[in-house]
């Protein structure tokens, strides 16, 4: 890890992102293996390392005997951050995720995209050097998540260094320095998103619909694809002419181009079998 | 993996979870202060001036005052064990609290000592509303009558940690009335609360006395409400400490076990 970077652990259900998102944040113990955080081991300093960490976990886990202003003060008391502090710094965070106007209202009142937020801002109650979140947008509207990442943006931006997990992909493409996408326990490639692209696919991908006819074709062309479901896929540099050489030659049903994404990365190295 | 007995490393962060739901409590206090209120009030009159009018006294005892520490012990009792049960549950299982918890300098020790340490003071304030009704009525005789404010935290940590222990090993929250009907209640009943002990057939006596915490509870705040100190406070005294460290340890290795994976 960088400082300043954001950091991306993708993969699919039971990869172990959250197993690792646990072994960092001192839950969860190692089996075997080093692991060093902040500098220090988290079996034997746990505590001085979690003092300086901040952690959005997946699960809600707000406290529903508190408002929002409690849920931050009474979670800064944890970190022995003194009164006066906790409540100024409670305000600041209630303004910096826009809950103001619900700073006294019951946490059991806000909508989901509400209670990330919060959870968010309670992550950051004692300045962490490390912000670890685990899908800080999972089930939430575009509104909201485009709110959270512009949050990510701004703390990013004022030399906070976040490593996250995620199962969007156009969340990691778009948030993450660095990420790496992981499987059954393995780290299968690390570097950034846009790098990963072109190592491991190309630039574009061509999506034809199937049949008999455009993979007979496609075969007698010699050009390499893949079948994924009902539709076919071509990874290529030069979309645009696969594509006319197709509509020419194969006379397919309808024809796609467009640009590689992290996702078609993720696909490959990960498989289409659905998981769990 | 540490064995069950082993001694937790528990630090002062515990009483940052004793006061979290000390604030909780405090903020609700209506509902929080008004149950041990009637509860003294329903068991002096139901049981005290109903049944109490047909016996009258028990060993020379006026009845009224021969039950009224068996309410305190019932009632240190029941706040702790409900609490480190059905309350704890729901905080670690469906408010994900403890969660929440030890991503801060917290650990899991430090939060079930909190909890324990919070089952024990719910269970001193229910005493200290119940024992000026008590008094009001004056069936327990002040000043000597104001240990059972202090004992209480004894008390209540010896049910807190029994309570705990349950709550490592339930499956769900449904499962934990198990426990309650088929241990607390029982026990409310047969531990020489409101009838003597020596009424019993021998063996039970024994089984009582080896194995019912609330027999060894309630002896004690009869010698301070009545009052009627004897030697055997000791007995009472040491049986109550050795279950109480068993169970508080026990309990802590358990949550750890059952939390951490």
Redesign the interface.
């Known amino acids: 890890m960088k400082k300043g970077e954001i950091f991306g652990f993708l993969g699919p259900n039971g990869a172990g992102k959250t197993t690792t998102m646990k072994m960092i944040t001192c839950v969860s113990p190692r089996t075997s293996g080093s692991l060093r955080v902040l500098g220090m081991d988290p079996q034997q300093n746990p505590a001085e390392i979690k003092q300086r960490l901040g952690v959005v976990p997946q699960e809600t886990n707000l406290d529903p005997d508190f408002t929002c202003f409690g849920n931050l003060y009474y979670y800064s008391r944890y970190f022995d951050i003194p009164k006066d502090l906790a409540e100024k710094k409670a305000d600041e965070l209630l303004a910096f995720v826009q809950l103001q106007e619900k700073r006294d209202v019951a946490v059991e009142k806000l909508s989901g995209g509400m209670k990330r937020r919060l959870i968010l801002a309670r992550a950051l109650v004692n300045n962490p050097d490390l912000l670890i979140l685990d899908e800080p947008t999972i089930g939430l509207d575009p509104q909201a998540r485009h709110l959270i990442w512009e949050k990510l943006r701004n703390l990013q931006a004022q030399g906070n260094t976040i490593v996250m997990t995620t199962h969007y992909l156009d969340e990691a493409e778009r948030l993450c320095d660095r990420l790496v996408i992981m499987d059954n326990g393995k780290i299968l490639v690390e570097g950034a998103p846009a790098d990963l692209v072109r190592r491991h696919v190309s630039h574009e991908i061509v999506e034809v619909e199937t049949s008999a006819e455009v993979i007979a074709c496609l075969t007698e062309l010699g050009v390499p694809f893949e079948k994924t479901g009902d539709m076919i896929q071509i990874t290529t540099d030069s979309a645009r002419e696969i594509a006319r050489t197709l509509l020419e030659r194969c006379r397919p049903e309808k024809v796609i181009t467009r640009p590689a994404t992290l996702e078609d990365v993720f696909l490959k190295l990960t498989g289409r079998t659905l998981r769990e | 993996m540490p064995h069950l007995l082993s001694f937790p490393r528990i630090?002062r962060?515990a009483g940052?979870v004793w006061?979290?739901n000390m604030?909780?409590f405090v903020?609700t206090w209506q509902v929080n202060f008004f149950p041990p209120l009637v509860e003294a009030l329903l068991y002096l009159f139901a049981i005290g001036l109903g049944i109490g009018s047909y016996i009258k006294e028990i060993d020379g005892i006026p009845y009224v005052n021969f039950i009224a520490p068996a309410i305190l012990a019932i009632a240190v009792m029941n706040s702790a064990f409900f609490e480190c049960t059905y309350g704890s549950y729901v905080r670690m299982y469906y408010?994900?609290?403890f969660?929440?918890?030890?991503?801060?300098?917290?650990?899991i020790e430090d939060v079930i000592a909190g909890e324990l340490l919070w089952g024990a003071t719910r269970s001193v304030i229910y005493v200290i509303i119940m024992l000026p009704v008590l008094a009001a009525f004056g069936v327990v005789s002040l000043p000597i009558a104001l240990l059972t404010i202090p004992f209480a935290f004894l008390g209540g940590l010896m049910f807190a940690g029994i309570a705990m222990c349950f709550t490592s090993i339930s499956p769900g929250i449904d499962t934990l009335n198990y426990p309650s009907f088929l241990f607390i209640t029982p026990m409310a009943l047969f531990s020489g609360t409101f009838f003597p002990l020596t009424l019993m057939p021998v063996f039970l006596q024994y089984i009582a006395f080896a194995l019912l915490p609330l027999t060894h509870l309630v002896a004690i705040m009869r010698m301070f409400t009545l009052p009627s100190l004897s030697w055997m406070i000791l007995v009472h005294l040491a049986w109550i400490a050795i279950i109480t460290a068993v169970f508080c340890l026990l309990s802590i290795n358990l949550m750890r076990r059952r939390l951490?994976?």
Do not use: C, G, H, N
């Open positions: 630090t962060r940052k006061y979290r604030v909780v903020r408010q994900k609290s969660d929440a918890m030890i991503a801060t300098p917290l650990s951490i994976v």
